[in-house]
């Protein structure tokens, strides 16, 4: 049975999408059969993995609204292993047609338990609020990744969602771990990246990830091309750093194919 995993954070531009779509697209060319589930009114993960959202006749919204069965929406992406479960704007409404359905937060687990069997990892792009799609989205989850960027408001917000996170557990799912807290947009040339990295670690310590997303110019390309950074250039940081990632989470999860011998990849944190 495949593993949920949610990415969330309410604040925006910390690097949520990014993650969601190159972290499905390491776990997808690591051989795991993986889908990633747009879950943002935005879609900007329909359309970084190569789909226009406006071509999108069916997506997510059905699949929670209609109760349409997600076989017969999604999409299979460029990437081997890979399949995408789109977007649509319609999604902004679902919010409120939601309101008076009964169960309305299990809306999202009662789809997604249909597909669980068919994938290794189901990795879910929230949108960047606290909203009943994305408690949906935590709801049938049983991880979340935590994105949260190497800048001077990185702790800002932090708690409230830490804060849902712990309603979601007593509440609704109570199984919802946290897989980790990720650094994303780390610049080892700033002493502000450094100095939010301790911050985080102190205050966090074993739940944030060893991993570290560095910025990178082709992780800011690959989305105008309709590409996971693995597909537009698997010798960036960005990919190195993403497929870290990845190995990271099966290790902590005992789900590595690798050998003991087989360590993570390593770069310099040079330009």
Do not use: W
């Not at 009114?41 to 997600?70: C, L, W």
């Amino acid at each position: 049975m495949g593993k949920i995993i949610a990415v969330a954070n309410q604040k925006g531009g910390v690097g949520k999408t990014t993650t969601a779509i190159n972290l499905a697209a390491s776990f997808a060319v690591l051989e795991y059969r993986t889908l990633l589930v747009d879950a943002d009114p935005q879609a900007n993960a329909t359309s970084g993995v190569g789909f226009d959202p406006k071509n999108v006749k069916t997506s997510v919204y059905e699949t929670i609204i209609e109760s349409r069965n997600p076989k017969d929406i999604i999409l299979q992406t460029s990437t081997p292993n890979l399949d995408l479960l789109p977007a649509h704007i319609d999604l902004v409404g679902a919010e409120i047609e939601m309101i008076n359905l009964p169960n309305r937060e299990q809306m999202m687990r009662q789809a997604l338990h249909q597909i669980k069997n068919d994938y290794d990892f189901i990795i879910i792009d929230c949108s960047p609020s606290l909203g009943l799609v994305t408690v949906n989205s935590l709801t049938a989850a049983d991880s979340v990744i935590v994105p949260v960027q190497c800048e001077y408001f990185a702790l800002e917000g932090l708690g409230k969602l830490l804060n849902t996170i712990k309603i979601v557990q007593s509440r609704l799912n109570p199984e919802l771990a946290i897989e980790g807290i990720l650094l994303t947009m780390y610049d080892i040339r700033l002493r502000l990246s450094n100095q939010v990295v301790e911050e985080v670690k102190t205050h966090f310590q074993s739940m944030v990830f060893d991993t570290i997303i560095q910025r990178n110019t082709k992780l800011g390309e690959a989305p105008s091309f309709g590409e996971t950074i693995i597909m537009h250039d698997a010798t960036s940081k960005g990919a190195i750093n993403y497929l870290n990632l990845a190995r990271e989470i099966l290790q902590k999860n005992n789900m590595t194919r690798l050998s003991d011998e087989e360590k993570i990849i390593n770069i310099t944190q040079q330009d």
